[in-house]
């Protein structure tokens, strides 16, 4: 599934301005057991620094995801995120899927569904890739492969600092 | 007519660390033990557990099968005489366990498969076992004595992973589900031995727009019910010998609003339906037999069966109003089904 290549399949990927940080207030009442509702922003604040499997630039500085590319409804616990490949023929894009998938699965609580998709029309193989991606059987596999895992890892490891 | 009918949760079985992706009833514990019932689950966590009910009748874990697989183990199945547990694991392998003395023994390892073994089927003889996998292709196995198996066909035909194989509950006639959205039916040429597809339902026969992942046979065999990620479950004649007769009977869709991974049809004709919106529907034949009527209809939907998505719904042998579910969230549920009037 993965394809180490010597040539990087994009080699000068246009790099975009990091968005400001939200600082998190604290209320000055803390009730442990009130549900902060989850919303758009806490999502793109999970999957913005993933970085990219090629490139040493985070999802957000490639553009691959935005604020506004993630749907949330917290009330039927679901969230959709569209990403965009770098390039139409990027075949990082089941890995860029797969880290996606794997950070919000690990970040949001249980109850959520996560979908991930290809924005329409920015990639050569994105009906495939969509399937393949929301298939948890082969998600679910696709994790037991370790090779597969040290990458997605690698991948995550900026978002949890 | 009309329709009162209650599921109740009876049972919670809690014991695996993973996801439980299946379950498998025994047909025959009497043949284990003397158990009055029996229950296989397999999981992500690696392992298959056994349960059963103690002598308080509370359902209890009963075995830890571990160690044959070092990968999910995807499904099991329980040959007819319910001596033998097949599971089918990630691994690539099939582990046959066998009830000696109290325990259950790992005594083969069926291997062939290039990767991930998805599930597994015994003939209604127990004589053949059905394996299929990421690999796209159905292993057919000899059960032969001193726990060999022969592989004897390898069946190619779906252009995508096979997600789950099932036999016909009488006659040597398999069927195959696959991420290729078609289903294909198998049977052995009259003159040679050789096995073949016989049947192909796609999408031109008014079959599935996404992934195939289940199907199940009513008793006679006479009617198949198949469930997909294009949100329906779809019902198929199939009483006529001749498989090109083999056809889409009805389409029921509008009752999940994900991925639909598990069917089974119970022995007093229920179908029991599980899927990724955490919910379980149960639908009966229509009694009203008028034209315009559909000829299955839904008898009721549990919303939040389960905390997260439910993998394997099934009917026991021995006590048709009693299903077992199994979900994400690692719990496996008891639920009587009864009628209110």
Redesign the interface.
Known sequence: MVKMVAELINANPVVYERKERRVYKLPAVIDEYAQEPIDQQEIFDHIRDIKDPEHPYSLEQLNVVTEDSIEVNDEKSHVRVTFTPTVEHCSMATIIGLCLRVKLIRSLPSRYKVDIRIAPGTHATEATVNKQLNDKERVAAALENLTLLEVIEDCLSPTFA | MELGAELREVERLEGHGD?VWSLAWNPAPENCGRAPAMLASCS?DKTVRIWQPTSSGAWDCSAVLEDAHN??V?SCAWSPNGKLLATAS?DSTIAIWEYIGNDFECVATLEGHE??V?SVSWSASGLLLATCG?DKTVWLWEVQPGNEYECVSVLQGHSQ?V?MVQWHPNLDILVSVS?DNSIKVWAEDGDSDDWHCVRTLNEASSGHS??VWALSFNTTGDRMVTCS?DLTLKIWNTGLEDYDSWRHLCTLSGYHD?TIFSVHWSSEGVIASGA??DAMCLFVENQDHSVDEAPYILLLKKEKAH???VNSVRWSPKEPSLLASAS??GVIKLWELSQVS
């Open positions: 996801r992500g990968r999910t995807r990630f990767n991930e998805k990421r992973d997600k991420y996404s992934t990620d994900r990724a919106d905390d997260m998505d994400d969230d």
